[in-house]
């Protein structure tokens, strides 16, 4: 309660242009939303040009903010959107979303991460397998904290949809941990 | 408890993440919590789907640097925000089309006028701009104007319908074939002036030169009907029919070459 009356303080400062309130505002956010896009999208450059567009938007776009979702909603669905546009813009030349044995290339490289425990290597390796609508909703669901409403209006799919999206993934997800003995 | 794999089961599967997430209605969730204690499949869906979350969820999050950070917030505050400079000017709340109200904030009062005052004279200025030529020539056309003394336009032209914005404008000082004809410049706009006939039609062409010649012809009927003319003055009817007469040759060569 208390949280959400300060972060509300925030939004109005933002509102009258106060920097500084941003910044505080989107540090609350700023691990779970690079981990979201990089995840999503699998290349932590990328991630981080997600990222500088993602504040763009948010600074520009804070006074269209109605309250009427919860402000992490609001934020990882610019993030999202931002990410789908990337994408559209960028299917011409090859999708961002580097193919399966690519991106595990990318996970399993020593230069590209530090060491990574087996379970991580797992999980993360699962995760950037799935296919794109339902590595989506699984990212937006442990990420940002929405709920599947939530998360159906944000990538504009029904609700119905969207649980099947992340009932598959989540059955892939235990599928490669069985796999390991882990579950 | 026992594995089954009812319709009840397959129903908890689609229904697994509104368990998880607590979205349940209280006689909903005491309704799954009893078949959840009886079904073992259904229980270790229910588990296993947990556990695989938290595990997920206990991954360390990724992070970039510090610097790299505080440049991205930089750029991004830097970016200028016009819905804000101008929700600031003019106080109007975000959601204007809901609270019908715009109240000036008095700190943006001198701003705000002074934005609007500008604003106005740019768009007069932007609507009179096209109009500045047509304006000229009303103008320059109230200047020439002279008044008449005998026979009003509508006696010359026949109709008196031509508007001056219509009446194409004659050059300044530029003495016409009809002057040099006459030979003096300074007579024959007496006469012009005199017979009511006005210099836009004597020099007008085209479609309307007709026109002009029936209303001067007219003009020179109503002269030769004048009876005591020469009682009034012989050198100032002559000047008159002599430019009049002038001015039918020029306006019936005109008609012809745009016969022609």
Known sequence: MENNLLENQLIKRCRNGESTAFTELIKRYRKQLFTYLWRLCGDKLEAEDLMQETLIKAWKGILSYKHESKFSSWLFTIAHNVAMDYYRKSKVRSSIFVTDELRAADYNNPHTELIRNELRDILECAVNSLPEKQREVFLLREHSGMTFKEISVATKEPLNTVLGHMHYAMEKLKKALRVKNVI | ?260
Not at chain 2, 29 to 50: G, Y
Not at chain 2, 148 to 165: E, R
């Open chain 2, 1 to 260: 408890m026992s594995f089954k794999n009812t319709l009840i089961c397959e129903e908890f599967r689609s229904e697994v993440w509104r368990y998880i997430d607590g979205t349940f209605s209280e006689e909903e969730r005491s309704f799954w919590e009893s078949h959840l204690s009886s079904c073992l499949s259904c229980k270790m869906l229910l588990d296993e789907t947990e556990k695989g979350l938290s595990l997920y969820e206990n991954l360390e999050l990724e992070d970039l640097s510090d610097e790299n950070f505080d440049l991205m917030l930089k750029k991004a505050t830097g970016a200028k925000r016009f819905l804000q400079y101008f929700s600031q000017v003019f106080n109007i709340k975000t959601r204007i089309w809901k609270t019908n109200s715009i109240k000036l904030n008095p700190a943006f009062n001198k701003i705000a006028l002074s934005t609007a005052a500008f604003a106005i004279v740019l768009a007069v200025m932007l609507i009179i701009y096209p109009l500045k030529p047509k304006i000229n020539i009303y103008f320059k056309e109230e200047t020439t104007k002279e008044p008449l003394n005998t026979l009003d336009d509508s006696d010359v032209s026949g109709k008196g319908n031509n508007t001056p914005a219509e009446i194409p404008l004659r050059e300044e000082n530029k003495i016409t074939d009809t002057e040099k004809a006459i030979g003096n410049e300074e007579e024959y706009t007496e006469a012009k002036h005199s017979t009511g006939i006005k210099h836009e039609t004597m020099d007008w062409g085209g479609e309307k030169v007709k026109k002009s010649i029936d209303g001067v012809s007219n003009s020179l009927s109503i002269i030769d009907a004048k009876d005591n003319w020469k009682d009034h003055g012989m050198d100032q009817w002559a000047m008159k029919t002599k430019a009049i007469s002038v001015e039918i040759q020029r306006l019936e060569k005109e008609l012809n070459n745009s016969s022609l």
